[in-house]
């Protein structure tokens, strides 16, 4: 017999088909979204506009499970880091980080990762599991009813890299755009990709106006391969040639990440070969310090060097910002999340 499959691993499309299986009408899917996403319903019973026989179905083959918070901190800054156990006991963080009336949830896509960048303390303990797009959507979902308050944009940029999981992270990513589900309008959604080259080029195919990041961290292959060994297999040529086709063929701006580290990405040569790396490219450089990670030596860029090299991009008309430090006293800023445990908490 199949185990029973989590309800919320289901987008609109999915739900519809499982239901016309079933002899359903499809605007069933749209009460269960809402039942799901909108009032977070814990069972089947609750769901009361639905039909006796259709609540005892679903019930039978499928669960409704809420990841369960084992541990949250508070920032001095209001950002906030969840731990969250799921159902076969691994645990994946995400967080809340409140702006100006705007609310941005980074969730996780994976259980660890494999990725093995230097700076990044997720891929230490390397790739345990995929996350279900369930999974991700429900930690927005949890994170929104904590504040409480309506989510505005949402970032796969927490524990995992998202296109070596695509199917599942566009799924979640539908779910959160979807107006029965959460509601987070696409260009508010984003993806952040250490550079996956065959995801960037699926992510252009999709109909729907998400947003790209890539983490690029240095325009050198050498410095790059050294601090991000897993994408040794997608050079700094093809994710050029990636990206002007992505601009090309959805007209949009990806953001390219570069998280500074002192003495080994901020060097007048690595500035000139990002600077060479963006000509041509409709791109936004983000700048970030990069943040302190235990067990590795690496330094954040002095601020006078951060300050050289957004001033070099300037005048060579590369539309870049340097990104604000938040969350980084309870290890919730970028590159600080890891796989934990819940006994770790």
């Excluded at 209001?78 to 645990?91: M, P, V």
């Excluded at 990762?113 to 995929?130: H, K, S």
Aim: with cysteine; glycine share 8%.
């Amino acid at each position: 017999m199949t185990a029973p499959y989590d309800i919320k691993a289901y987008d609109r499309s999915s739900l519809e088909s499982v239901l016309a299986e079933s002899g359903q009408p499809l605007f069933r899917a749209r009460q269960l979204l809402r039942w799901i996403w909108q009032r977070r319903a814990t069972s089947f019973d609750g769901m009361t506009d639905l039909p006796s026989t259709l609540r005892a179905a679903l019930a039978q083959r499928h669960v409704l499970f809420w990841p369960a918070l084992v541990a949250r901190e508070v920032s001095s800054d209001g950002t906030r880091k969840y731990l969250w156990r799921l159902a076969d006991g691994a645990s994946v963080e995400s967080v809340g980080i409140p702006t100006r009336g705007r609310l941005t949830v980074c969730f996780s896509t994976q259980v660890g990762c494999g990725m093995g960048c230097a700076f990044c303390a997720t891929g230490r303990g390397g790739l345990v599991r995929n996350l279900d797009c369930g999974e991700m959507a429900a930690q927005v979902a949890l994170v929104a009813d904590d504040f409480p308050a309506r989510v505005t944009n949402a970032v796969a940029m927490g524990q995992g890299e998202p296109f070596v999981n695509y199917d599942e992270t566009i799924r979640a990513l539908r779910i959160l755009n979807d107006p029965d589900a959460l509601g987070i309008g696409a260009r508010h959604l984003t993806v952040s990709t250490s550079g996956v080259v065959p995801g960037i080029r699926r992510f252009a195919t999709e109909p729907e106006q998400f947003t790209l990041a890539v983490s690029l961290h240095s325009a050198v292959q050498s410095t790059r391969d050294a601090i991000m060994p897993g994408l040794r297999t997608y050079p700094l040529s093809a994710l050029h040639e990636a990206l002007g086709d992505y601009i090309a063929k959805t007209g949009r701006r990806p953001t390219l990440e570069f998280a500074l580290i002192d003495g080994v990405n901020d060097t007048p040569e690595e500035t000139r070969a990002l600077i060479a790396f963006c000509r041509g490219l409709l791109v936004h450089v983000n700048l970030i310090p990069v943040n302190p990670v235990d067990g590795t030596r690496l330094r954040r860029s002095r601020d006078a060097t951060i300050e050289a090299m957004a001033s070099a991009l300037r005048a060579a008309d590369v539309e870049v910002s340097v990104r604000a430090e938040r969350g980084a006293d309870i290890n919730a800023a970028c590159g600080q999340l890891r796989q934990r445990t819940p006994r770790e908490a």
